[in-house]
C-alpha cells in the first residue's frame, strides 16, 4: 500500500491517485502504468487514446502549483508513462518486455545465430564484402544488395505475424513453457535480421558517401 501525497489516502500501487487523481509516483509495471489487463494483443488506437488521456491528467503542468511530493510524483509517473507506451506500443518491444515479466530474456548479447539463419547470415555478410570490392562491377550488385534488403524486410514482417500468434496463444492460456521458448526464437531471429538490415544500410550508404 502507498499513500498518496495529495489526499493522503492509501492505495494499491498505480499511476494515479483513485480518489484525488493525483499521481502517486509508485513503481508499477508497464501495464498496470496504462491500466491494461496483461494482455499481450493490444488495440495500438486504444492503447494511444489511453495514454494521451493519462498523460493529461498527471501532466506535470497540472501540479505546478503542488507540494514538492506531488512535483515529484508527476514526474516520475510521467516518465514512468511515457517508458511504459514506448515499450508496449511495440510488438517486439512488447515481445520483449513479456519475457522480462516471465523472469526470462534473450541470451545474452544474442550472440547464437538461429540454425534456420545461419546460411543466409554468411549469404549476406558475402554479398557486402563482394559489394565492397565492386569495381566495375558496382551498378549490378548494388541492385542485388538493395533486392536484398527487401527481401529482409519482408522476413522480418513475416516473423512479426508469428509474433503476433504467439501473443494470441499467450492470451488465450496456453502452455507457458513452449510459448517462452517459441516466443524467444521468434524475436531472436527479427534480432539477427535487424542486424542484417544495418549492415546492409551502412554499406549502402558508406557507397553514396564515397
Known sequence: MIECPSCGRRQGPRLACEHCG???GAEVDSFA?????????LD??????????????????????????VRDASLRSTAL????????????????????????KLADNNNTVPPDLAELVFEVQDEL????????????LRER????????????????????RNF??????????????????????IAYLRTLIRDVDRELANLKAA
Open 33 to 41: 502504468a496504462l491500466a491494461l489487463a496483461r494482455k499481450l494483443v
Open 129 to 140: 564484402g563482394e559489394l565492397r570490392d565492386a569495381g566495375s562491377d558496382l551498378p549490378r
Open 81 to 104: 508513462l511515457t517508458r511504459s507506451y514506448r515499450t508496449l506500443r511495440d510488438p517486439i518491444t512488447r515481445g520483449l518486455y513479456w519475457l522480462e515479466l516471465q523472469g526470462e
Open 44 to 69: 495500438s488506437s486504444a492503447l494511444e487514446r489511453v495514454y494521451h488521456d493519462l498523460s493529461r491528467k498527471i501532466h506535470p503542468d497540472r501540479f505546478a502549483q503542488g507540494s514538492a511530493r
Open 22 to 24: 493525483a499521481p502517486l
Open 168 to 189: 494470441e496463444r499467450w492470451d488465450a492460456g496456453g502452455d507457458a513453457r513452449r510459448l517462452i521458448a517459441e516466443l524467444k526464437a521468434v524475436l531472436s531471429k
Open 145 to 164: 544488395t538493395s533486392a536484398r534488403r527487401a527481401d529482409l524486410e519482408a522476413a522480418v514482417q513475416g516473423l512479426q505475424g508469428d509474433l503476433a
